[in-house]
């Protein structure tokens, strides 16, 4: 990997350019503009060449880690390999060139694929019907949530200001009640991630609106008492919400439809193989029950009786929560990734993906601590080296699996135990790579006996060294003013 | 390797309290700024906030994971560490000495459900 740091401003050469701007038709001026919405100072946009252009970026993609350079085993991400004919579909003349506001009529194949992936996505789950509007996982979260808040609410049950967010949960799930405006009450779970049933009974009441829950959990373990814990909830008046990050393993399975789930997001981008870590951007269907969707956001996309589609608005709808019908091109991907895998073959995903996670943790839980030893499904969690002797961390050991060429896996989360590791393979990489993965966490694990200040001080072979986090986080400078104003 | 200091009263989400008088002097122990790691922020309740035994008081963020703060004691604030808004570091340092907040209790009997040092440290033992 070549070192680049350059900032695009640092390039800026005063009056060079790489355009030239067409004659203006219209008889628009700036003068036309009320003069206090003009700009009086000069924006400070960088001057560079074409060829300035290029190299600036081609060098910063060289150093960029993505699934097409390696292997990505970033727990409770589902970074699979996002097949190339999904771009091919993307790209075709008649969406590529779609504009959101062109008449309904004139768009009908790019509402039928959305009408259709929305079908296709409510039969894998379980669910009545989706939306696809919201823009990412947590979007989708927030969205679920309020249409949770909204049956509530227009059932006049005004009480259930609370959610139930066990304490292995996703951090996305508290903060995506607290903007919800909802109060976030937390269960224990018990030692191998699950709910604890006697916690969770102890704080059911007429206040709860409902209950957030990932299945499998974070520890990549199924709540195997989910149906108990679904009719717990109802018999209280509370609605289930399933937290999708986790769903790779069960596509065409189970449904968390017939779990007793009412809502749930998906993440298009990790289950259903669109561009994930690397730039995104993400999409986070919304799926609901029967007797939710009149609450789903507008606009919703209907086929009307004789066969046409069209996007309309209802009027117990949360509202709107994105613009037009979300990040419609990334749509496309997931509905291409659908139909090339196909029902026959979309059931294999999650047991190829589990296959892989329990190889890999049965050929290491020598070498790390495994501390729940069962089956797992899509991924699971180490807390630490097994042999801990010379004081390597988990922190350590991730710097140095970037010195051998791998992405880094999730650390320090669940935040169960003290060392986390939480490694998920998916089902898109080949036994020569996953051998050659584990060849390389035993190596390290035999590096840390052997010479743990070269781990306590990795990576070595990277553009740059270990990071200073604590200083990165109390004094974050982001923008180019700010290293300009420190430099002076 | 965690220190435990004798005569403070322990929370089972590892806050210490400090008796002094009527006024409870809460922190974090030793064995929370280490499982922790560098703290990079501390959000802290203001002086005269009410706070309730056993809910949440701020939160303490490190380059690892953000945690709230459980009170030990209810009761009102009368004092928090400035010290802490700009240099939350000090924690990792010494984090008996860098106590977060002074409560004036409004039931000292609060205090009997603590656990004392000894207690707290066959606690932590357990703790995976």
């Known amino acids: 990997m070549k070192y680049y740091d350059r900032l695009i401003f640092e390039l800026s050469k005063e009056g060079r350019t790489g355009y030239s701007l067409p004659r203006n038709p219209w008889k628009q001026s700036t003068n036309d503009i009320p003069a206090e919405l003009q700009r009086t100072t000069d924006t400070g946009l960088p001057q560079v060449d074409e060829l300035g252009v290029v190299r600036h970026y081609t060098n910063l993609s060289n150093m960029n880690f993505g699934v097409d350079t390696g292997f990505y085993p970033l727990g409770s991400c589902t970074m699979k390999y996002n097949p190339k004919i999904n771009e091919e579909m993307a790209g075709l003349n008649g969406f590529k060139n779609l504009h959101p506001l062109q008449p309904a009529e004139t768009a009908q194949g790019a509402l039928e694929l959305y009408y259709e992936l929305n079908r296709s996505l409510a039969t894998i789950t379980g669910m009545a019907e989706c939306t696809l509007n919201p823009f990412a996982g947590a979007h989708g979260e927030l969205t679920g949530l309020m249409i949770m808040r909204q049956y509530h609410l227009l059932r006049g049950d005004l009480k259930r200001t609370k959610v139930i967010v066990p304490d292995s949960a996703h951090g996305t799930n508290p903060a995506s009640a607290a903007v919800c405006g909802l109060d976030v009450v937390e269960v224990k779970s018990r030692p191998d991630g699950t709910i604890d049933i006697e916690s969770l009974r102890s704080v059911l009441d007429d206040t709860i609106a409902g209950i957030m829950m990932t299945n499998p959990n974070t520890l990549g373990l199924f709540e195997t008492r989910i149906l108990e814990i679904a009719k717990m909830v109802h018999d209280c008046g509370g609605l289930l919400y399933y937290d999708g990050a986790n769903m790779n393993p069960l596509l065409g399975r189970c449904r968390p439809g017939d779990m007793g789930f009412d809502i749930l997001h998906l993440n298009l981008h990790k289950t259903f193989s669109t561009p994930h870590g690397g730039g995104g951007p993400g999409a986070g269907a919304v799926g609901v029950a029967a007797h939710l969707t009149e609450y789903l956001p507008n606009p919703r996309v209907v086929r009307t009786a004789d066969g046409r589609y069209e996007a309309v608005t209802g009027k117990d709808a949360i509202g709107q929560v994105s613009g037009f019908l979300g990040n419609y091109a990334v749509l496309q991907r997931a509905y291409t990734y659908i139909l090339a895998l196909g029902k026959e073959y979309i059931r294999y995903a999650g047991p190829l993906a589990t296959l892989n996670a329990n190889y890999i943790k049965e050929e290491l839980k020598g070498d790390y601590k495994l501390p729940i030893d069962t089956l797992c499904k899509h991924e699971f969690v180490f807390d630490g080296l097994a042999d801990t002797s010379t004081g390597v961390t988990t922190l350590d050991i991730a710097k140095r699996l970037l010195d051998y060429g791998y992405h880094a896996p999730t650390i320090y989360f669940p935040l169960l135990f003290h060392q986390s590791i939480m490694i998920e393979p998916t089902e898109t990489e080949s036994l020569e790579t996953i051998d050659s993965f584990i060849a390389i966490m035993k190596k390290i694990a035999e590096e840390a006996l052997t010479m743990p200040d070269e781990l306590k001080t990795a990576p070595h072979n990277t553009p740059v060294r270990r990071l200073d986090e604590t200083t990165a986080a109390k004094n974050p400078i982001l923008t180019y003013t700010e290293l300009k104003n420190q430099a002076e | ?128």
Do not use: R
């Open chain 2, 1 to 128: 390797m965690s220190t435990v200091l004798n005569g403070l009263y322990y929370s089972e989400s590892h806050e210490w309290v400090k008796v002094e008088g009527n006024v409870a002097i809460v922190g974090i122990t030793d064995y929370a700024q280490h499982a922790l790691g560098n703290i990079v922020y501390v959000d802290m309740p203001e002086v005269d906030d009410e706070v309730a035994k056993e809910e949440d008081f701020g939160a303490v963020e490190s380059t690892k994971a953000a945690s709230d703060l459980i009170s030990p004691v209810s009761g009102n604030v009368i004092e928090v560490n400035e010290a802490l808004q700009d240099n939350p570091e000090l924690i990792n340092e010494n984090a008996f000495e860098n106590w977060i907040m002074k409560v004036e209790m409004s039931d000292a009997s609060e205090l009997e459900g603590l656990m004392d040092a000894a207690a707290y440290e066959a606690f932590c033992a357990n703790e995976h």
